[in-house]
């Protein structure tokens, strides 16, 4: 038994050993030739940007020769899955993209992501052209982990035509609102107002700002923290309500569509209405529908919120605490205002450079959009980055639910309540 | 007797399995236990000891019950339709009456499992579209309108829609497996029967099915264990939704575990699905003897 075992552990160590020795070899080869390599992960596996991160890796990798750089791409609801489970060991990107708020201060917190403080205080010249104010989602404890890129927010897009045809005006509250969805049903639209609800996160949007307009500011921040949240309010029950009402005018179809098969129903003129983010306004257009504007969500009769706040963050970058300071050249490159230039030129996403979006390079609704964004009185963060992601759950899932008449806001709120004292713990 | 000395040369040859299987099945399976008394997530590298507390709320988790019931559902309806339809396929396909068209047959129903099951959601996606999928259009055009339904979007059907779903995938298997089974019964058997003046239907109850026991013993247990494994079809296609009443436990398990960051709890929902897993084999292996004669 003992020859056995002994065997047996020589074959482990063999095995063991002749893996990481395969590996090691691999570092060596590529120190030989002093190439330095980055490994670059993004969430646009789809085009145009795609392609355009790939012109600009071969840019750099041009004008630095001693860097290679490994692209890696997933997108969504993916990509939240594996940076989850890279960032959990040490095989961690050097250079990544990043959701803002919550989501970004969770990958903070697995103490794997570099501080950008002293970077961006040596190089002024290049943080100083980041609009300032779109740091907020990727500071915590006063330290910033990530630079901004994209900005975006959301607002109802509306179809022109459809509007002038009815006589309507764009509505400046939520009773007026109801009456112009009401109106555009009964002009024979089946679904005045769309979207795709298979995907969660297209509810939370909704509830984010519903619940931002109708609640104290004061009680949501209290909420949305897991170590005081309640979630006692009355008014949370009126945004579901509100909610539930919304989902009425968006037919039978809403549950099984997802927010790619809305924005084209609205693209095709078939939906009048549709919650859209500004990211997606080059997208609308490139379907060939031009005559669209957008209004922010309306003011809600006797909601206690900021009815002129806007709901949306933006998109950035971080790096690995590890990663090499050739990394940090390449961030400084994709957040250049001559990138940032090219990118909103090619992807039609805004972004959050100064001196990088001007009717050069945007049409004049995404610039109406980008001054939206800059000009707005506060940014509400995106529902599910806000609160934690089991609250966020129930009330994605609720939603579902709750179109699909199964359950009632107030069943909803005890769930979220329960759950809220089990996280406190 | 002189004792046989120990063979060191069988054992040199399982050593990399067993290594294998050590690594990737038997050692995670330990960790699994382990993790279930502890209370962490992926960002975080410590754990906080919770000893019972995952257990508990297990009791108190209601998604637990609805994809419990949606994975016996799944069970239920795949071994009546995989096992029970499947055998009556094969024998069938096996008649001399279509030994002509059978080849063609069986490829068309082998077909779907070729093709990899997140193709073949995405293409079910399709065709359980509300306004131009296939399901529907179909229904319309053999004047079954009122049957229209918004399949993946409403909590009733969609759980069934991805039973269906893989049905459809899987049925051709089990036929292959069926078809095997019943080329091995010996001919005798038949023209015995033949002689005896016995029908198609008798021959099926008497001769088939006893002859391919075993085949249906181990079509059984793939299909019910499969059922209980079950998560790309659900997952792909709905997402669990709307609201929870397509989930089944793998997908609960995975959504605790990677989109809520509940790590020690998706440990202890794994248990439950090893558990019941475990247990179900153990009772076929019990109930059906298999391995021993008569």
């Known amino acids: ?425 | 007797m002189q004792r046989r000395k120990f063979n060191i040369i069988p054992v040199l040859f399982l050593l990399p399995s067993i290594a294998l299987l050590l690594v990737f099945v038997y050692i995670p399976l330990i960790q699994n236990f382990y993790n279930s008394f502890f209370d962490f997530s992926v960002f975080s590298q410590t754990k906080t000891f919770v000893g019972l507390e995952n257990f508990k709320n297990l009791l108190a988790d209601k998604v637990v019950s609805v994809a419990l019931l949606n994975n016996v559902k799944y069970a239920i309806i795949s071994v009546i339709l995989q096992v029970g339809i499947a055998l009556v396929l094969a024998y069938i396909l096996e008649d001399k009456l279509f030994h002509r068209v059978a080849p063609f047959l069986r490829v068309v129903y082998f077909m779907p499992v070729m093709i990899s099951i997140s193709v073949v959601a995405l293409l079910f996606g399709f065709v359980y579209n509300p306004q131009m999928g296939l399901l529907n259009s179909f229904l319309e055009l053999i004047g079954l309108e009122n049957l229209k339904e918004v399949w993946l979007g409403n909590p009733e059907t969609a759980i069934y829609s991805v039973i269906a779903m893989s049905q459809w995938h899987s049925i051709g298997f089990v036929t292959l497996l069926f078809i095997v089974a019943i080329q091995k019964i010996p001919k005798e058997l038949y023209e015995a029967a033949d002689i005896d003046g016995a029908g198609k239907i008798r021959k099926f109850f008497s001769i088939t099915v006893p002859q391919v026991r075993e085949a249906i013993f181990v079509n059984t247990l793939i299909t019910i264990t499969g059922s209980m494994l079950v998560f790309n079809e659900p997952y792909i296609l709905t997402n669990g939704g709307p609201g929870f009443s397509s989930t089944v436990m793998s997908v609960h398990m995975y959504q605790t575990g990677f989109v809520k960051d509940n790590m020690g709890y998706a440990s202890t929902l794994a248990i439950i699905i090893f558990l019941l897993t475990a247990v179900l084999a153990l009772i076929q292996i019990k109930l059906s003897r298999t391995g021993k004669d008569d």
């Open chain 1, 1 to 425: 038994m003992k020859r056995f075992l002994a065997i047996f552990m020589t074959v482990l160590l063999l095995a063991l050993t002749a893996c990481s020795s395969s590996a090691g070899n691999e570092e060596k080869k590529s120190s030989d030739k002093d190439v330095v390599e980055i490994n670059f992960f993004h969430r646009w596996p789809n085009e145009p940007r795609k392609s355009f991160y790939d012109q600009k890796i071969k840019e750099f990798e041009e004008a630095n020769p001693g860097v290679k750089i490994n692209v890696n791409s997933v997108l969504n609801d993916s990509y939240k899955e594996k940076i989850r489970v890279l960032v959990s060991n040490d095989d961690l990107p050097d250079i990544f993209s990043s959701w803002s708020d919550s989501f970004a201060e969770n990958l903070v917190s697995s103490g794997r992501i570099m501080e950008l403080d002293n970077i961006l205080a040596e190089d002024s010249e290049w943080a100083g052209k980041v609009i300032e104010s779109q740091f907020a989602g990727f500071t915590f404890d006063e330290k910033k982990y990530g630079v901004p890129f994209t900005v975006d927010g959301k607002a109802f897009f509306y179809n022109k035509e459809a509007f002038k045809k009815n006589n309507l005006e764009v509505p400046k509250t939520y009773k007026e609102f109801i009456a112009v969805l009401d109106k555009l049903q009964d002009a024979g639209y089946e679904t005045p107002l769309v979207e795709g609800l298979t995907n969660a996160w297209a509810i939370s949007h909704y509830m984010g700002t519903i619940f931002q307009r109708v609640v104290d500011p004061a009680v949501t921040a209290k909420d949305y923290n897991v170590e005081t949240g309640e979630f006692t309010d009355p008014g949370y029950i009126k945004g579901l309500e509100i909610f539930k009402e919304l989902t009425d005018y968006m037919g039978d179809l809403s549950t099984a569509i997802d927010h790619e098969a809305a924005r084209n129903m609205f693209a095709s003129g078939e939906a009048p209405i549709v919650y859209m983010q500004f990211a997606e306004v080059k997208m609308v257009e490139d379907q060939g529908m031009k005559d669209f504007g957008f209004f922010d969500f309306p003011e809600i009769e006797g909601g206690k919120g900021d009815s002129k706040a806007l709901t949306g963050a933006p998109e950035g970058w971080m790096l690995s605490k590890n990663a090499p300071k050739e990394a940090v050249d390449f961030l400084k490159f994709l957040t250049s205002e001559e990138t940032a230039y090219d990118f909103t030129k090619t992807d039609g996403q805004l972004n959050a450079v100064q001196g990088a979006v001007d009717e050069g390079n945007t049409s004049p609704a995404r610039l109406e959009a980008y001054e939206l964004v800059t000009n707005a009185s506060a940014t509400t963060p995106w529902f599910d980055n806000a609160v934690n992601i089991n609250i966020a759950d129930i009330f994605m899932r609720g939603g579902q639910t709750l179109a699909n008449e199964q359950t009632t806001p107030g069943d909803i709120m005890k769930e979220v309540q329960a759950e809220a004292k089990r996280l406190k713990k």
